[in-house]
């Protein structure tokens, strides 16, 4: 089946006529069917040239192996996808780091409206995470690792074999309009995972995955959450945070204006037990509506997802300044809040603002579950009972 598909490889490292279209008041394009097999061919032009550059991917579909396209580059670059890139099905290549990684690039653009496409549904029942601590992950569909200044826009990303988007030492990167879906038994399909980065915008999203639909990891800050549909999937978390021993922290996130279709959490807070002092701070949950959500509101400081085998003992991560406010609509669970604390470094400064949850099912109304938590509670708070 992949060979009646135009296969992506090894890019050739010249130049000549015909590759690129130039024009002094235009940015020049570099258009990739140009090049015959190629991978990085094109991107090495582009980010050579002196000026706004841009990679071209025309309307078709594509089979695209492990690429990096790596600056710094002369000038703004931008990777204008048209057609549909298809990932790999070979199983020697599941395993890699990563299916296509941008790196080291100042004012990158990657827009389009073209589809990613990482054929998760040949990878996936070699996922072992689930049974085995010692499992070799499938690689993120597309990862960012050192970009600044930077944005993704309407781009569509399908059946990742794990993590749709990945990022790692970004600063002032937009994600916008983008649409990333895979079924909901699909393991470890994050949307979108962040992690030592700051000033991240997520805006006007859709994501429908199999794990979380947003994860933000240690050393994130200044990470803005606005208009977002998210579910099925985990919700939107923050954490795990602990797990490494060593001194971790997230802080200052917003997720606001922002629906959850059926997701099995809403917004949560995820910590390990018998870990190093770190924190979660300074954070702002506001006007998010849930639609037979599972656990709306959750803070786990005795995360564990796989049972067995995980430390006993009390997280050492001190959550801290969190507001939940004007978080309505109804839940599969009775316990529609849940703020589970550690005992040994309890919840500070906990507000609720606004609250108003339905439990849809039968045998009584919504409940709160809280323990080790200290703060606050104004207006209508439903179901009430924990500050």
């Known amino acids: 089946m992949e060979s009646h598909v135009p296969i992506l490889l090894a890019f050739f490292f010249f130049f000549f006529s015909g590759k690129c279209l130039v024009d002094a008041a235009y940015p020049a394009y570099f258009d990739v069917t140009k090049y015959g097999a190629i991978a990085d061919g094109p991107w090495k032009d ?30 703004p670059i931008a990777f204008l996808l048209k057609g549909t890139l298809l990932a790999t099905t070979d199983r020697n290549y599941f395993y890699d780091e990563s299916w296509i990684t941008f790196e080291y690039v100042n004012r ?70 983008v649409n990333l879906i895979a079924p909901s038994t ?111 509101i959750i803070i786990d400081q005795h995360y564990c997802p796989n049972g067995p085998g995980c430390q006993s003992g009390e997280s050492s991560v001190q959550i801290r300044d969190v507001t939940f406010m004007n978080i309505y609509g109804d839940t599969r669970t009775r316990e529609a809040v849940q703020l589970i604390c550690s005992e040994a470094m309890p919840c500070k400064n906990i507000k609720l603002i606004d609250i108003n949850l339905s439990y849809n099912g039968r045998g009584g109304g919504a409940k709160s579950a809280c323990s080790n938590v200290y703060g606050s509670a104004y207006g209508t708070v439903l179901p009430g009972g924990c500050l």
């Not at 991240?200 to 977002?228: H, K, P």
């Open 46 to 75: 582009a980010c050579s040239y002196s000026g706004k550059s841009r990679v071209w991917i025309p309307q078709g579909r594509y089979l695209l192996s492990r690429v990096e396209f790596q600056g710094p580059c002369k000038g």
């Open 108 to 177: 990158l653009a990657v827009k389009g409206h073209g589809t990613f496409n990482g054929q998760g549904r040949f990878a996936w029942p070699y996922n072992y995470c689930k049974r085995s601590s010692q499992c070799r992950s499938l690689p993120p569909s597309i990862t960012f690792n050192f970009v600044t200044n930077s944005y993704i826009a309407n781009i569509h990303s399908v059946d990742s074999k794990s993590v749709h988007i990945n990022m790692f030492g970004c600063q002032d990167f937009n994600i916008t309009n």
């Open 186 to 296: 699909s393991p470890n399909t994050d949307g979108i995972r962040i992690g030592g980065s700051s000033r991240i915008r997520i805006s006007n999203s859709n994501i429908a995955t199999g794990d979380d639909c947003i994860a933000i990891l240690t050393g994130s800050q200044y990470i803005d959450i606005s208009e977002v549909s998210c579910g099925p999937g985990h919700g939107i978390s923050i954490g795990s945070i602990g797990w490494s021993h060593k001194h971790e922290y997230v802080n200052h996130v917003w997720v606001r204006d922002s629906t959850f279709f059926g997701s099995d959490n809403g917004v949560r807070i995820k910590t390990w037990a018998r870990s190093a002092y770190s924190e979660v701070a300074n954070i702002v949950y506001r006007n998010l509506k849930m639609i037979n959500v599972v656990n709306p």
